[in-house]
C-alpha cells in the first residue's frame, strides 16, 4: 500500500510510487532534445496504446513501491539536474511530493503526461502527448509547454490538429513518428511539416543512440 502525507478530500500526496525503473540518460525526443537527464519512469497505465512500446508499465502492482527520497537520492547522485517523470501514465498518481523533494535537491522537473488524469506537483515542462485510446482532460490545454503527437497512421495528423487548436499560443507543436512505423510515416510527416511549418518533428533520437 503506498503511503501518504495527506489523505483527507481527494488529495492523497503519495511519498512512495511505484517505480518500473529509473536511470540517468539523455533526453531523445522534444525540446530537451540532448539534454542529460534523469527518467523516472512511474508504473501503472490505463490508457492502452495499441503500439505501446511501454506495456509492461500498465500493471502497477507488477512493481516495486519506492520511498521518494530513495528515488530522489539516486537522481541527485548524478551530475545533472533536469529529471524527466514519465510511465506509464504517471499522472495515475499524486506526485506533488516528488516533485517538491526533486526541486529540493536542485531539479528542474519535467514530465511526459498523456494528460488523462489530473495534473499535480510542482511542474517546470509538460509535455502533453494525447493519446485516441483516453481522452485528455482539458485542464492540460492551456499548461502544457510541449503537444507531441505520435503519428501511427495518417488520420493522425487531423488528430494532431484537433488539439493544436486547444493549446496556449507559445506551445511548442511536435509531430513523433510511431517507432515501429517511422520509416513509412516519415515521408508523411516532412510534406506535412513544409506544409504547416508550425509544427516540428520530433524523433525517437535515445533509440537511433542506442540508448535507454
Ligand atoms: S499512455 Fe504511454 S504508457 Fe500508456 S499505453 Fe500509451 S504509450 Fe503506453
Given at each position: 500500500m503506498v503511503k501518504s502525507v495527506i489523505e483527507q478530500g481527494k488529495a492523497v500526496t503519495k511519498t512512495a510510487l511505484p517505480l518500473m525503473e529509473d536511470f540517468y540518460t539523455v533526453q531523445g525526443e522534444g525540446v530537451y532534445t540532448g539534454h542529460a537527464a534523469y527518467f523516472i519512469r512511474l508504473a501503472g497505465c490505463d490508457v492502452g496504446c495499441v503500439w505501446c512500446d511501454v506495456k509492461e508499465s500498465w500493471d502497477e502492482e507488477a512493481h516495486p513501491t519506492?520511498?521518494?527520497?530513495?528515488?530522489?537520492?539516486?537522481?541527485?547522485?548524478m551530475p545533472g539536474r533536469l529529471a524527466v517523470i514519465t510511465g506509464g501514465e504517471p499522472l495515475m498518481h499524486d506526485i506533488s511530493y516528488l516533485t517538491q523533494k526533486l526541486k529540493e535537491a536542485g531539479f528542474q522537473v519535467n514530465i511526459e503526461t498523456s494528460g488523462a488524469h489530473p495534473l499535480s506537483g510542482d511542474l517546470d515542462w509538460i509535455t502533453f502527448s494525447p493519446k485516441k485510446f483516453k481522452q485528455p482532460l482539458p485542464e492540460i490545454y492551456e499548461k502544457a509547454h510541449e503537444l507531441k503527437v505520435v503519428v501511427f497512421n495518417k488520420?493522425?495528423?487531423a488528430f494532431a490538429e484537433e488539439f493544436?487548436?486547444?493549446?496556449?499560443?507559445?506551445?511548442?507543436?511536435?509531430?513523433?513518428?510511431?517507432?515501429?512505423?517511422?520509416e513509412k510515416m516519415m515521408p508523411l510527416i516532412v510534406d506535412y511539416v513544409k506544409?504547416?511549418?508550425?509544427?516540428?518533428?520530433?524523433?525517437?533520437?535515445?533509440?537511433?543512440?542506442?540508448?535507454?
Open positions: 519506492v520511498k521518494v527520497e530513495d528515488i530522489v537520492s539516486k537522481a541527485a547522485a488520420s493522425d495528423f493544436a487548436e486547444k493549446m496556449a499560443p507559445d506551445c511548442k507543436l511536435y509531430l513523433q513518428p510511431e517507432w515501429s512505423k517511422h506544409e504547416n511549418p508550425k509544427w516540428h518533428i520530433s524523433l525517437q533520437t535515445h533509440k537511433f543512440m542506442q540508448i535507454p
